[in-house]
């Protein structure tokens, strides 16, 4: 059931699938990938379990020479503290190209430097994916930028305050060096908790974000689910409430929305209920996979090439 090159489920049609198939760590509950990263739960064990529910063919992935990358840091004043960041560019260009820019959000556990599976960012940038015809094609010229966001699932915990570093800080500093400077020449990506925080980003921007792919998001669906798992994800019932990414859905009516969930992803509940909401038109891909390497690296693709076409027709546009 996994969606072919250049298209994806829209969210009517996985909403008509049948969804009762899912095993192995959706069993084990909305957050296994939390207790695995906390040391709680052995992850390959867990992932030995599944007798082929995580099986995901490896794509066939080609790169071009990939461009530069600039790293450093900066004093937050919103996280209060120094924060390291990430700047690549795609081949071909150079540290002052006037670009698209996608900030990539990382997952639980990692930093601006780890954010996307089994390539960095100047990598990503360098995929040549399958275009018409099945040919790989190069990504339509784009940035991508990474910052440190801590452990909080980008929402302000109290004396912290990691989306207005991205927006206030962050992003600005990219515009200064030509970046993400067009109309709505700005998309969010990540995966796990950086999938989640894409996404609700985009929620509390929709004027500034233009498109957003988030992969395996890490959606609970209430805030007792979340505590049990994290207590650190959310401040308060009321935190969650704000960063609720299914109740403020309708905010992406504007916004391209790309989400990717393997069917035995532990969250794949947050996700089939956000899908569910999702405004029309959001290209939804629920199939074969884990909260794991193999679903997340078969997912990077299609998942650039999306943020990509939805850039590359706004860049500059007014």
Same mark, same amino acid.
């Given at each position: ?6 298209? #994806? ?20 509950? !909305? ?8 040391g ?7 992932? =030995? ?26 004093? *937050?004043?919103?996280? $209060?503290?120094?924060v &390291? ?20 959000? /990382?997952?639980?556990?990692? &930093? /601006?430097e780890?954010?996307?599976? &089994?390539?960095?960012?100047?990598q990503?940038l360098? %995929? $040549? ?5 099945g ?19 980008? =929402? ?10 991205v927006i ?6 990219c515009?200064?060096?030509? %970046?993400?400077?067009? /109309?709505?020449a700005v ?18 921007y ?23 798992? =994290?207590?650190g994800?959310y ?18 009516? #504007?916004?391209?929305v790309?989400?990717?969930c393997?069917? *035995? ?7 089939r ?5 999702l ?8 199939s074969?996979?884990? /909260?794991?390497y ?9 998942? %650039? ?5 939805? %850039? !590359?027709? &706004?860049h500059?546009?007014?």
């Amino acid at each position: 059931m996994r969606a072919g090159a250049g298209g #994806g489920w829209t969210r009517r049609r996985v909403l008509g699938a049948s969804l009762g198939g899912a095993v192995g760590l959706a069993a084990a509950g !909305a957050g296994a990938l939390e207790l695995v990263a906390r040391g709680v739960l052995p992850g390959q064990q867990v992932l =030995n379990r599944l007798d082929g529910a995580c099986s995901v063919p490896d794509p066939p992935l080609a790169f071009a020479t990939p461009g530069p990358s600039v790293s450093g840091s900066f004093y *937050s004043r919103a996280r $209060r503290q120094p924060v &390291g960041y990430t700047i690549a560019y795609p081949p071909g260009h150079q540290v002052g190209s006037d670009l698209p820019l996608i900030i990539a959000l /990382h997952p639980f556990g990692a &930093g /601006h430097e780890r954010v996307l599976t &089994g390539m960095t960012l100047a990598q990503a940038l360098a %995929l $040549r994916v399958a275009g018409r015809g099945g040919r790989a094609e190069p990504l339509p010229p784009m940035a991508m930028a990474a910052a440190d966001g801590g452990r909080s699932y980008w =929402n302000p915990p109290p004396g912290d305050d990691p989306m207005a570093m991205v927006i206030d800080e962050f992003i600005p500093m990219c515009q200064r060096m030509g %970046l993400g400077r067009g /109309h709505r020449a700005v998309a969010t990506m990540g995966i796990s908790m950086g999938g989640y925080g894409a996404i609700l980003l985009a929620e509390k921007y929709p004027t500034l974000i233009r498109a957003v792919a988030a992969i395996g998001p890490a959606i609970w669906t209430s805030y007792p689910q979340a505590r049990a798992v =994290n207590a650190g994800a959310y401040a308060s019932a009321a935190a969650f409430a704000r960063a609720d990414v299914v109740t403020h859905a309708p905010a992406l009516a #504007g916004v391209a929305v790309r989400v990717a969930c393997g069917l *035995s992803d532990p969250f794949h509940p947050g996700v089939r209920a956000f899908a569910q909401v999702l405004p029309p038109g959001a290209v939804v891909d629920i199939s074969r996979g884990c /909260h794991s390497y193999p679903f997340f690296v078969a997912q990077e693709p299609p998942s %650039l090439a999306f943020l990509g076409g939805h %850039l !590359a027709g &706004g860049h500059l546009a007014g």
